[in-house]
Structure formats: structure tokens, C-alpha cells
């Protein structure tokens, strides 16, 4: 029989309404007519224009005129091919240029799913038997474009979770890239997004075993002059330019709500999306504490695994996962290092989970095969909702299986503390199904998870309802524990 779930009357629903001011380009003809329009208009008719502009659109976003004055940067070619000098613009042009060339993009229009959820570091003024957490989710706009999103909430004694309101703004985050490249694993994930031998040769010979983009990009501009009639070749280096903003460095403003922050997809690699990340809360050796999300970035063709790492929330460092192990969905990173080891969850082959011991965060090889879809229920494929559970009998894994009519379901798993490659038990039956209640939205049938937690003798399960919204789930920990030690294959 399955075990008893509650199921809680919270659900965090999609906001069409929250909105992030995206640049937009139509191609340099285009830019260029735009720009040309604009440059003859007189002063009184740029004012006209940009004044009520500015009064309404700043009530929608924190700083706008930033925002376009970004935006007309980036169109400063497009004003000197139109005859003009960015330099020697007044300030209300500029902002009209930039304002041509951004749109509105709701970033939470379609579907608002997959949560994960850790602790948030801030647990000050609470009552005894209370949390705060920190909720990640996945968000989805137009195109089915997937982006990182927050909130937060507090789960009070009795495991009662109040989400709190987002705040009024949403903010994309300053970009940064990093300073300095490691050329053996720049090649290697290059190799993996099959990159062509003429390049990763030129790469080879001309990089120093560190480099900056700098450098990188020195090296790609001489290689597209020596190849400029060669369309695949000049394709093949822009994959390595969009490569090299997989590493970055991404920091919010101290001002801003952790619901403000959105991490969109900033790199070509990712321009499909960001899916599903799973939150860890990391212990080192030495007790401090890092929190790391494995994630899926998508450009519509190539899957990359990624890796952000934040120590509060407001500075995130990204960079890409290699390796052999590193190439398909559902990786998830124990919370400390066993035997020595940094160890991860994979769905290597896209069926069955696995494990991978490493010496280092970003390089995964050598995967072990964990877990096989045994029941009815799991016989499409299995994978995990999230990072493993420390409890006193073992790791508490929760997972997620695909059988008949490719209903998504959740289960659990527990493996031994010491040598995760044993499991102690799984559960028969599914732990959560979808109920008639859940089961429609933007892909039915699909309960899905990023991540969970325990609390006051409860695990807290936060769920996607079929790619729409989110809820939660609680089961009794000792019953849940229980029916895994009893239930060894």
C-alpha cells in the first residue's frame, strides 16, 4: 500500500505580469532606418516621445533609463552608419534610441514548475520549529524559453509553508565573464559540442594552457579573416565565442528582493533555456558552507550540463560540467564529500540512475549504474527530483519515474551513508501520483521535483503540477524511512 501523504493547500501560480526589458534587433538594415528616423526628429518631438515613455514603463522596472541606455549602446555601429556620434548625442535621444530597441518579455507567462528548496542562509528572528527557505523554480515565457527565478517562504512548527509575495520589479543580473580559461577543459567541452578539428587545432597551438577571453578572442578574429569564405568554419567559431560565455560570473544588486532576481539565459548555449536546477546546501570539510544548483542549459539541440555556485544569493558563479558522466539531464550533488570524494547523480543514459565519484566539482567520468526501472510504473525511464537526503539510516534519494501514458510520478529511495552504490531499499508503489486535481496543465500527467527537505520530522516535497504551477507534500520521515528499510529488491 502507499504510504500516507499530505498534500498542502499552498500552490505558487505563473505571473504574467511579471515582466524583465530584453533587448530587441531586428538586423543592422532595420537598426539602422530606426536609428535614421529618430536622428530627425527635433528636440521637442524626442521629448514628447521619451518623457511619457519613462513615466510609464518606471513603474514596471527598477531603473529603465539604465536599461536603455544599455540598449542604445549596443546599437552605437547602427548610429555611425546613420551618420552620426554616439558621443555627441544629448541623454533624452539616446534614451529613445534604446527604447526602439527593447521589449517586454514575461518571464513566467506559461508555466512556473519544478521547485527546488534549501534552507536559506538568513534564520534569524524565528520561533522555535520554524524555517525560512529559499525556493527555486523553473520559469517559462514565450517560445518556451526557461529561466531561474526565487522566492521565499517560511514553514512554521506545525510544517504549515507560507510563500511570500514576489516583490514589484524583476531584475536581470550584471554579466561579468571570467577572467581566465583552463585550455584542457575548454578543449574537452569543446570536443563535446562537437566543435570541428580545424578549430580546436587553431585553439591548441595559439591559447597558453591559461587565457583570458581576451586572448580567446584575438585568436578567433585572425581565424575568421584567414577563413572568411568558409560559412561552416565561421559558424563553427561563433559555437566557440558562445562557448566561452558558458563561464560567468553573474551579480544582482544589493537592493534587490531574492524574488527580484531572475537568471535568464545569457549565453548562446543556453538561449533555449535554463531547466530545472537542484539546489544543494554544501558542507565542507572545514564547515563552511557553499550552495551549488546543477542545472540544464539548452540551445534547442545541444544539452549542457552547468554548474552556479553562491554563497548568498545575490553573486552566482556559472561554469560547464565535463567529463564523461557530464553529457545528459538529472545531475545532483550530495550535500558533503564521502570517503574524500565529491559524488553526483546522473541519469547517464537517459533511463537509469547512476553515480560518479570525483576529485573535482566541474569533471565527471566513470559512471556507475545505481538504479534500473524495476515497477510498472518506472519502466520508461527513472532519474532523481533533486539532491540526496542526509538521515540517520542513509541517504534519502527522491526520484522521479515515467511509466504507462508517460505519467510522471514520484518515489523514494535510500541508499547506505558510507557507500551510496548500496541501495538499502526503494519504494514499490509511487510516494506522490497525480491526483485528477493536478494533472492538467502545460504538459499533463507530470509530477516533477528539483528538490526537497525535512523539517520537524517531515520531508517536504515541493512539486511541479504538470508543467503549470507548484505545490507542496509532506510525509511522516520515520514512516517513509521505515517502509524503505523494509523494502530492500
Same mark, same amino acid.
Given at each position: 500500500?502507499?504510504?500516507?501523504?499530505?498534500?498542502?493547500?499552498?500552490?505558487?501560480?505563473?505571473?504574467?505580469?511579471?515582466?524583465?526589458?530584453?533587448?530587441?534587433?531586428?538586423?543592422?538594415?532595420?537598426?539602422?532606418? $530606426?536609428?535614421?528616423?529618430? +536622428?530627425? &526628429?527635433? @528636440? #521637442?518631438?524626442?521629448?514628447?516621445?521619451?518623457s511619457?515613455? =519613462?513615466? /510609464?514603463?518606471?513603474?514596471?522596472?527598477?531603473?529603465?533609463?539604465?536599461?536603455?541606455?544599455?540598449h542604445?549602446?549596443?546599437?552605437?555601429?547602427?548610429?555611425?552608419?546613420?551618420?552620426?556620434?554616439?558621443?555627441?548625442?544629448?541623454?533624452?535621444?539616446?534614451?529613445?534610441?534604446?527604447?526602439?530597441?527593447?521589449h517586454?518579455?514575461?518571464?513566467?507567462?506559461?508555466?512556473?514548475?519544478?521547485?527546488?528548496?534549501?534552507?536559506?542562509?538568513?534564520?534569524?528572528?524565528?520561533?522555535?520549529?520554524?524555517?525560512?527557505?529559499?525556493?527555486?523554480?523553473?520559469?517559462?515565457?514565450?517560445?518556451?524559453?526557461?529561466?531561474?527565478?526565487?522566492?521565499?517562504?517560511?514553514?512554521?512548527?506545525?510544517?504549515?509553508?507560507?510563500?511570500l509575495?514576489?516583490?514589484?520589479?524583476?531584475?536581470?543580473?550584471?554579466?561579468?565573464?571570467n577572467a $581566465?580559461?583552463?585550455?584542457k +577543459?575548454? &578543449?574537452? @567541452? #569543446?570536443?563535446?559540442?562537437?566543435?570541428?578539428?580545424?578549430? =580546436?587545432? /587553431?585553439?591548441?597551438?595559439k591559447?597558453?594552457?591559461?587565457f583570458?577571453?581576451?586572448?580567446?578572442?584575438?585568436?578567433?578574429?585572425?581565424?575568421?579573416?584567414?577563413y572568411?569564405?568558409?560559412?561552416?568554419?565561421?559558424?563553427?567559431?561563433n559555437?566557440?565565442?558562445?562557448?566561452?560565455d558558458?563561464?560567468?560570473?553573474?551579480?544582482?544588486?544589493?537592493?534587490t528582493?531574492?524574488?527580484?532576481?531572475?537568471?535568464?539565459?545569457?549565453?548562446?548555449?543556453?538561449?533555449?533555456?535554463?531547466?530545472?536546477?537542484?539546489?544543494?546546501?554544501?558542507?565542507?570539510?572545514?564547515?563552511?558552507?557553499?550552495?551549488?544548483?546543477?542545472?540544464?542549459?539548452?540551445?534547442?539541440?545541444?544539452?549542457?550540463?552547468?554548474?552556479?555556485?553562491?554563497?548568498?544569493?545575490?553573486?552566482?558563479?556559472?561554469?560547464?560540467?565535463?567529463?564523461?558522466?557530464?553529457?545528459?539531464?538529472?545531475?545532483?550533488l550530495?550535500?558533503?564529500?564521502?570517503?574524500?570524494?565529491?559524488?553526483?547523480?546522473?541519469?547517464?543514459?537517459?533511463?537509469?540512475?547512476?553515480?560518479?565519484?570525483?576529485?573535482?566539482?566541474?569533471?565527471?567520468?566513470?559512471?556507475?549504474?545505481?538504479?534500473?526501472?524495476?515497477?510498472?510504473?518506472?519502466?520508461?525511464?527513472?532519474?532523481?527530483?533533486?539532491?540526496?537526503?542526509?538521515?540517520?539510516?542513509g541517504?534519502?534519494?527522491?526520484?522521479?519515474?515515467?511509466?504507462?501514458?508517460?505519467?510522471?510520478?514520484?518515489?523514494?529511495?535510500?541508499?547506505?551513508?558510507?557507500?551510496?552504490?548500496?541501495?538499502?531499499?526503494?519504494?514499490?508503489?509511487?510516494?506522490?501520483?497525480?491526483?485528477?486535481?493536478?494533472?492538467?496543465?502545460?504538459?499533463?500527467?507530470?509530477?516533477?521535483?528539483?528538490?526537497?527537505?525535512?523539517?520537524?520530522?517531515?520531508?517536504?516535497?515541493?512539486?511541479?503540477?504538470?508543467?503549470?504551477?507548484?505545490?507542496?507534500?509532506?510525509?511522516?520521515?520515520k514512516?517513509?524511512?521505515?517502509?524503505?528499510?523494509?523494502?530492500?529488491?
Open positions: 500500500m502507499r504510504l500516507s501523504i499530505e498534500r498542502k493547500p499552498v500552490k505558487v501560480y505563473p505571473d504574467p505580469k511579471r515582466v524583465i526589458a530584453r533587448f530587441f534587433y531586428n538586423g543592422d538594415e532595420r537598426a539602422q532606418t $530606426v536609428v535614421r528616423h529618430v +536622428l530627425a &526628429l527635433n @528636440k #521637442a518631438q524626442i521629448f514628447g516621445l521619451i511619457p515613455l =519613462l513615466q /510609464e514603463f518606471s513603474k514596471r522596472h527598477r531603473n529603465i533609463t539604465k536599461i536603455l541606455m544599455r542604445c549602446k549596443r546599437v552605437k555601429s547602427a548610429i555611425v552608419a546613420a551618420g552620426s556620434d554616439f558621443d555627441q548625442l544629448d541623454d533624452y535621444t539616446k534614451l529613445l534610441i534604446g527604447s526602439y530597441f527593447t517586454e518579455y514575461s518571464i513566467e507567462s506559461a508555466a512556473f514548475f519544478n521547485p527546488s528548496i534549501i534552507a536559506d542562509p538568513d534564520q534569524s528572528e524565528l520561533e522555535e520549529g520554524m524555517l525560512r527557505v529559499i525556493l527555486s523554480f523553473r520559469a517559462v515565457g514565450e517560445g518556451h524559453i526557461s529561466s531561474l527565478v526565487f522566492r521565499r517562504a517560511l514553514i512554521n512548527r506545525h510544517n504549515d509553508i507560507t510563500v509575495p514576489s516583490g514589484n520589479y524583476v531584475d536581470e543580473a550584471d554579466t561579468i565573464r $581566465v580559461y583552463d585550455k +577543459l575548454f &578543449l574537452r @567541452k #569543446a570536443t563535446d559540442a562537437n566543435v570541428c578539428e580545424v578549430i =580546436l587545432r /587553431e585553439m591548441e597551438d591559447l597558453e594552457e591559461r583570458e577571453y581576451a586572448n580567446l578572442r584575438e585568436v578567433i578574429v585572425a581565424f575568421r579573416e584567414r572568411a569564405e568558409d560559412e561552416k568554419l565561421l559558424k563553427e567559431s559555437l566557440i565565442l558562445a562557448l566561452s558558458s563561464y560567468r560570473e553573474i551579480i544582482f544588486s544589493k537592493d528582493d531574492i524574488s527580484d532576481r531572475v537568471i535568464f539565459p545569457i549565453s548562446e548555449f543556453e538561449r533555449k533555456g535554463i531547466e530545472d536546477a537542484r539546489f544543494v546546501r554544501f558542507e565542507k570539510e572545514n564547515g563552511g558552507v557553499t550552495y551549488y544548483a546543477t542545472y540544464t542549459a539548452f540551445d534547442g539541440e545541444h544539452i549542457m550540463p552547468k554548474l552556479l555556485k553562491t554563497k548568498d544569493f545575490y553573486s552566482f558563479k556559472v561554469s560547464p560540467l565535463h567529463g564523461l558522466g557530464a553529457k545528459n539531464k538529472n545531475m545532483a550530495f550535500p558533503r564529500k564521502i570517503n574524500g570524494k565529491y559524488v553526483m547523480m546522473s541519469r547517464y543514459d537517459g533511463v537509469s540512475n547512476y553515480l560518479m565519484y570525483s576529485d573535482k566539482l566541474n569533471v565527471w567520468e566513470n559512471p556507475i549504474k545505481l538504479q534500473d526501472p524495476i515497477e510498472p510504473w518506472e519502466f520508461v525511464q527513472m532519474g532523481n527530483c533533486g539532491s540526496p537526503i542526509e538521515t540517520d539510516d541517504w534519502l534519494i527522491i526520484t522521479h519515474a515515467v511509466g504507462p501514458m508517460r505519467r510522471y510520478c514520484i518515489g523514494a529511495a535510500l541508499l547506505d551513508k558510507e557507500n551510496p552504490e548500496k541501495e538499502i531499499g526503494r519504494l514499490k508503489e509511487p510516494l506522490i501520483i497525480p491526483n485528477p486535481d493536478e494533472r492538467e496543465g502545460y504538459v499533463p500527467n507530470v509530477l516533477y521535483s528539483c528538490g526537497s527537505i525535512i523539517n520537524n520530522g517531515e520531508l517536504i516535497v515541493p512539486y511541479g503540477l504538470s508543467d503549470h504551477s507548484s505545490s507542496f507534500a509532506t510525509v511522516t520521515l514512516m517513509l524511512l521505515s517502509k524503505l528499510t523494509a523494502s530492500e529488491h
